[in-house]
């Protein structure tokens, strides 16, 4: 299934100036096409289309421990909510936590690596306020968290 992900602004790497005016052609987990908006309508007239208020960019990488929290499910999720898509090994030591993150398919890293969006690439998304607070973030093409 294709989403058209729209935002005020749209960021490829987390330190890029961020652009009016672009859009993010999801294609199942990949990201299709990051191009101005009026293109990829016009290219995609049926997409289906999620605006956003706010800055869209790539989805961030955890480094540090999970969040506290009840359950390795939840600790999952409370990861969701910073507008993280991938974590490092290191860090999901327990067989538990590890399950619930390769459930939920977060990208489980041996190392940090930058956070991009790219044309072929997993479409590990998030969406953040002018406060840095996470509205909504996409992994792998799924959205896991949105806040109202």
Do not use: K, N
Request: aromatic share 2%; proline share 11%; glycine share 8%.
């Amino acid at each position: 299934m294709r989403t058209l992900h729209v935002a005020d602004l749209l960021r490829l790497t987390p330190d890029d100036e961020p652009r009016p005016g672009l859009a993010v052609l999801v294609d199942g987990d990949r990201i299709g096409a990051v191009a101005p908006l009026g293109e990829l309508a016009g290219a995609y007239p049926r997409v289906r289309v999620r605006r956003w208020a706010g800055t869209l960019g790539p989805a961030l990488v955890h480094d540090g421990p999970l969040p506290p929290a009840p359950t390795p499910r939840e600790r999952v999720h409370a990861l969701f909510r910073l507008g993280a898509a991938a974590v490092l090994d290191a860090h999901v030591p327990d067989p538990a936590l590890r399950a619930a993150a390769v459930r939920s398919e977060v990208a489980v890293l041996p190392a940090a690596r930058p956070p991009a969006l790219v044309v072929g690439g997993r479409a590990d998304l998030a969406v953040f306020d002018p406060d840095g607070s996470c509205r909504a973030t996409v992994v792998a093409g799924r959205l896991v968290h949105r806040r109202a």
